[in-house]
């Protein structure tokens, strides 16, 4: 079990620094093509544990291009703001290494 979430931790990071790079290349081009159509959005999460929803904040917001504007634990909500439109699995797609690394 332990191994198993080391794993999942491994693979978490791995994936958060590609996730970063692709959203550092992206944010670059809209704000050089002036692509950029800014709103927030509710994304609900399937983590149920706080320190798990508040990861998954941090991680949104590490990437270029989104920002975690509130956390409702409770609800399992995320209110998040993004630069351009999107499906909600792009925004959040480490949500399931973190599932496994910590719930």
């Known amino acids: 079990m332990f191994l198993n ?20 290349i992206d944010a670059s081009k809209r704000s050089i093509n002036g692509d950029i159509d800014p709103y927030i959005i509710d994304i609900e999460t399937i983590l149920k544990r706080s320190i798990s929803q508040t990861i998954l904040a941090n991680t949104i917001t590490l990437t270029p291009g989104t920002l975690t504007v509130d956390v409702d634990s409770e609800n399992a909500f995320l209110k998040v703001a993004v630069i ?3 499906e909600n699995k792009e925004i959040i797609p480490l949500e399931k290494y973190i599932k496994k690394m910590l719930e």
Request: overall charge positive; aromatic content about 26%; glycine content about 4%.
């Open 5 to 24: 979430r080391v794993y999942y931790g491994v693979l978490f990071f791995i994936f958060l620094i590609w996730e970063i790079i692709k959203a550092t």
């Open 84 to 86: 351009s439109p999107r």
